[in-house]
């Protein structure tokens, strides 16, 4: 019996390892290229169907791109760009503000009621009780756990019974005094653009920084995105839902207040399905509908689209304002349509 033990082939002569062939490096992880596009036309994709609107308009009809017709213009469409503001905010965080409209109403006839007391009770009064009513919805959604839907649906109506029976069922028409300093914020103007269209911008100007420069801001972001992983982090989840139908509220009532200073009377029919105007000129300007994603320049690039085409329907003269509600309505459908899409191709890069 042979005990001679095997031999072994020496380290230095062990032969190496096969060497595979060199893969390709992995992709660093980031933003493709097409992920890039889709949110550059989800965000301004709005902006550029609204100039191409307006110069094919400018030279259809020659009094659309009068300046008097500009002034117009904007001055309609400032009140419900404060209103869409809020409802911006709201719909970032994933909810819904079905109130802004009936509570628009409210603090028209709330402020012209109030007007007789001069300028500063005419704003208290209509921003106290409208955001008293969106610290409601806030609270109903963030801390009892409700349905946004059902909580706003039940604030509309609550809203626009109040207004009835302040008015005696639309009976009493509360006016404004003329040459009242409340007056003049709804009616007078700087280089012949009203005070509302300045506001407006103002509060545009601040609610782009407060979502682009503030922890309270990116905090929408992320309650819209997954309000179970924003709480995990750490985020005050209801208390920012609370904060944004707050200013919704508050938001709505301000510019149902400068409307009835413009008009100078708290009319009691309007306002009725403005929040469905708000929510699409929001998801026309690229916010999704589903939260989390969103931009304030967006929502105002809507409301002028919508806006232009009403002043377009004016302008052909032979077409009555229901068209406006048909075309409103095939350019939300494009463009959810066109949302899931690019979320779709997001997803596969």
Known sequence: ????????????????????????????????????IGELVQRQGVLAVLLTVILIASFVYPTF???????GVTVQASFLAIVALGMTLVIITGGIDLSV????????????????????????VPLVVCGAIGLLNGLLIARANMAPFIVTLATLLAARGMLLAFTDEGATTYLVPKDSAFAELGQGSVWGFGYPILIALALFGAGGLLLQRTSFGQ?????????????????PVARTKILVYTLSGLLAGLAGALNAA?????????GVGMELDAISAVVIGGTLLIGGAGSISGTLWGVLLLAVIQNLI?????????????????????VVVAQRYLARSRRTT
Do not use: C, H
């Open 1 to 36: 019996m042979n005990n001679t033990p095997p031999a072994t082939v020496p380290a230095a002569e062990a032969p190496a390892p096969l060497k595979s062939a060199p893969s390709r490096p992995e992709p660093r992880p980031g933003r493709t290229t097409g992920s890039r």
């Open 65 to 71: 791109a009068s300046l008097d017709n500009a002034r």
């Open 101 to 124: 409209g009936s509570v628009f109403a409210l603090g028209g006839v709330l402020a012209a009621w109030a007007s007789q007391g001069g300028f500063f009770a005419a704003l208290l």
């Open 219 to 235: 905090s929408l972001f992320a309650v819209g995105g997954s309000s179970d992983a924003a709480t995990l982090m750490g985020l």
């Open 262 to 270: 413009r008009l100078s009377s708290g009319v009691t029919i309007v």
């Open 314 to 334: 004016n302008q052909i003269g032979s077409l009555n304002s229901s068209y406006q509600s048909v075309v409103s309505g095939g350019f939300l459908i494009v």
